[in-house]
């Protein structure tokens, strides 16, 4: 009889990433990247906003591999830049390779969905969809994973930040609701995907 070892068992239910200068370095790195996309855009005078989402346009598609790249200011890119270093570092608590995993399904469920059901004639550009994503596979994943540690990070979540959630809601002029809302369904998406895979390697196994 084998059985998963003991150290990639406790993998799945951590709360702060193992190597956390390695965690804070990719998350700065993508950080740097958005900065210097924008920065490129404003030399590019705002050209580079147009290749986000432009809905169920066959054109616009490939916006879904950039559109979170992209932002319509500095301002915009501010605002989301505190909640995108914070929920990706924490969200590598699994490690980068989860992280990757956990970003691709955040950032092609919220394109897809955002091409689906956007109003026609926007283009929709922003990181917010990631940061809804993260935010909502870090308030869930404890939940799945059955980790005391993470519902209690959860609930310290909900206190700073829940306010964020009304995001998904419709009514805000010039915010992309279906980008949040779609991020945070990937997220959570992404989060019982990575408990349901980390369960099935748990599982003792006889020969």
Request: positive net charge.
């Amino acid at each position: 009889m084998s059985t998963l070892p003991a150290p990639q068992a406790d993998q799945a239910k951590r709360v702060l990433p193992a190597k956390p200068k390695t965690a804070a370095l990719v998350v700065l790195a993508f950080t740097a990247l958005l900065y210097l996309v924008e920065g490129l855009d404003v030399v590019l005078n705002n050209r580079l906003d147009a290749e986000g989402i432009a809905p169920r346009s066959l054109g616009g598609l490939d916006g879904v591999v950039w559109a979170p790249l992209l932002h319509g200011s500095w301002a915009h890119l501010l605002a989301n830049t505190l909640p995108v270093v914070v929920f990706a570092f924490l969200a590598m608590a699994s490690g980068i390779a989860r992280w990757a995993l956990v970003t691709a399904t955040i950032w092609l469920v919220s394109g897809l969905a955002v091409w689906l059901t956007a109003e026609p004639g926007t283009i929709t550009i922003g990181a917010s969809g990631l940061a809804f994503g993260w935010l909502a596979y870090l308030l869930v994943r404890g939940l799945f994973n059955r980790a005391f540690w993470q519902i209690v990070l959860a609930a310290v979540l909900i206190i700073g930040w829940g306010g964020m959630l009304w995001g998904v809601l419709p009514g805000q002029p010039g915010i992309s609701w279906q980008a949040h809302l779609f991020g945070a369904l990937g997220g959570v998406l992404a989060a019982w995907f990575a408990a349901r895979s980390g369960r099935k390697r748990a599982v003792p196994s006889t020969p």
